[in-house]
């Protein structure tokens, strides 16, 4: 087997699966982390998710195993939508 090649059934299911709700929690936590108005921090939470999403991708993509990706993807989602939980209250 070839791994420059051969990307495996698991890092291909975790780049294109678990890369959207990392992204998403990384906008959220975006949002609520931002230190400037509610609109301006929407819109910026907003549209990073549309570069976020396709780095994620590459990224999980980079992986040297399937299960390595899937728990890259879990962790930074829950980072993420843990540090967003965190800073929920503070707007």
């Given at each position: 087997m070839?791994?420059?090649t051969d990307h495996g059934?698991?890092?291909t299911t975790a780049a294109l699966l678990g890369s959207?709700?990392?992204a998403l929690a990384t906008s959220v936590a975006m949002?609520?982390?931002l230190p400037f108005?509610?609109?301006l921090r929407f819109m910026l939470g907003f549209f990073a998710f549309f570069v976020l999403w396709p780095a994620a991708i590459c990224v999980l993509f980079l992986a040297r195993s399937g299960l390595r990706a899937w728990g890259l993807a879990?962790?930074?989602t829950a980072a993420a939508a843990g540090l967003a939980a965190l800073c929920s209250g503070a707007t």
């Open positions: 070839n791994l420059a059934l698991g890092r959207l709700p990392a949002v609520q982390l108005g509610l609109e879990i962790l930074l």
